[in-house]
């Protein structure tokens, strides 16, 4: 069975920083492009990051360029996003997804103060 | 960067009759490999969002077959021919032809 699960979501200051992990499993993982994808409360899906298969090509929408990164491992079937400098519009729900297989449940992350 | 465009955005239906989503590209989603990755997702209330057309019109797995997606180039189509109650939620059409991108999404709710 194919899963994502993600982790890592919590309430954070303004400023702040907070990782998120996924982990998965049921599926060639090592072949796959991962994304990350948030949904902000009673919004749409918005793209926030890819990397390709093997993490030498990273990309990001322009609201989050120089304040997350996205990485993987390869040889644990993880991704993550390392999200500093955050601020109150990145509250969201936090979807890993490789978007043509699979999406996980979500994880919840909060700014606020 | 691929702008997606869903109409109606919003389409009450009658449980048992047709309903129909479309969706436009702001530019052709043939990638240069051939293929079009072109999706439909199903979010339910208070669910993740779930898959149910890859590259235009292959139902994943799981997925009743009154669901099916057509199209090409840069417009369109889901349709689902016979709506039941549990079809009821936002449906968004992605592209990850060019990076990933989403439509608005398509909230569709019994008459």
């Known amino acids: 069975e194919v899963q994502l699960v993600e982790s890592g979501g919590g309430l954070v200051q303004p400023g702040g920083s907070l990782r998120l992990s996924c982990a998965a499993s049921?599926?060639?993982?090592?072949?796959?492009?991962m994304t990350w994808v948030r949904q902000a409360p009673g919004k749409g899906l918005e793209w926030v990051a890819n990397i390709n298969r093997d993490g030498s090509e990273k990309y990001y929408v322009d609201s989050v360029k120089g304040r997350f990164t996205i990485s993987r491992d390869n040889t644990k079937n993880s991704l993550s996003l390392q999200m500093n400098s955050l601020r109150a519009e990145d509250t969201a729900v936090y979807y890993c997804?490789?978007?043509?297989?699979?999406w996980g449940q979500g994880t919840m992350v909060t700014v606020s103060s | 960067d691929i702008v997606m465009t869903q109409t109606p955005l919003s389409s009450p239906v009658t449980l048992g009759q047709p309903a129909s989503i479309s969706c436009r590209s702001s530019q052709s989603l043939v990638h240069s490999n051939g293929n079009t990755y072109l999706s439909w997702l199903q979010q339910r209330p208070g669910q993740p969002p779930r898959l149910l057309i890859y590259?235009?019109?292959n139902r994943f797995s799981g997925v009743p077959d009154r669901f099916s997606g057509s199209g090409a180039g840069t417009d369109f189509t889901l349709k689902i021919s016979r709506v039941e109650a549990e079809d009821v939620g936002v449906y968004y059409c992605m592209q990850a032809t060019y990076l990933v991108s989403f439509g608005q999404g398509t909230k569709l709710e019994i008459k």
């Open positions: 049921g599926f060639t993982f090592t072949g796959s492009w």
């Open positions: 997804a490789e978007p043509s297989i699979s």
């Open positions: 590259k235009i019109s």
